[in-house]
């Protein structure tokens, strides 16, 4: 199985044509429709296979966010468990934890904004940072280049810990 990028035959970027990305998802499953070779068992397999990649290929590939995990997983740079991120980053949001558990205990709509407000700023900033570095990865080759994407993973990480923390926010209702 080709990674995806290979499967459609574009460069390794993390700001494609995502137009083009379409155009090429939509001419592939049109020649593949498996509905077409129904009559031809070895055909109609091939274009399961095909339709099936596909479809995988298209939904990592059409939104930024995904495009960066997965040029970071091509690259060996996350896992699934086991990746750390530095203490005074998970301190401030060993805080930010704290203040939602407070949250819970005893709500005040006015701290709920506040914090909202402080996790959206970090979000913001993590994914600013993100595609400022993801500009730059995509300009860049070999080693300088994966410099830069281990500068990104931590940042993707930063970022992702934020937004599972604005998920927590989000799960408030109105009292």
């Not at 939509?26 to 077409?36: R, T, Y």
């Amino acid at each position: 199985m080709k990674n995806h990028f290979e499967f459609y035959e574009i460069k390794e970027r993390f700001f494609i044509n995502e137009q083009q990305l379409k155009q090429l998802y939509l001419k592939i499953s049109k020649e593949n429709h498996p509905d077409f070779f129904i009559n031809d068992k070895s055909r109609y397999d091939t274009a399961m296979d095909v339709t099936s990649q596909n479809n995988t290929a298209y939904k990592v590939l059409r939104s930024f966010d995904s495009r960066v995990y997965y040029i970071l997983k091509l690259n060996n740079l996350v896992q699934e468990q086991g990746s750390t991120l530095p203490s005074e980053f998970l301190m401030e949001m060993m805080d930010i934890n704290e203040a939602i558990m407070d949250l819970k205990m005893d709500f005040d709509a006015t701290k709920l904004v506040a914090l909202d407000k402080k996790v959206g700023t970090l979000a913001d900033q993590w994914s600013a940072i993100l595609k400022d570095l993801a500009v730059q990865a995509d300009d860049l080759h070999n080693t300088e280049r994966l410099g830069v994407l281990k500068k990104m993973k931590e940042i993707y990480l930063k970022q992702k810990y934020v937004l599972r923390l604005k998920e927590s926010l989000n799960t408030f209702a109105p009292q």
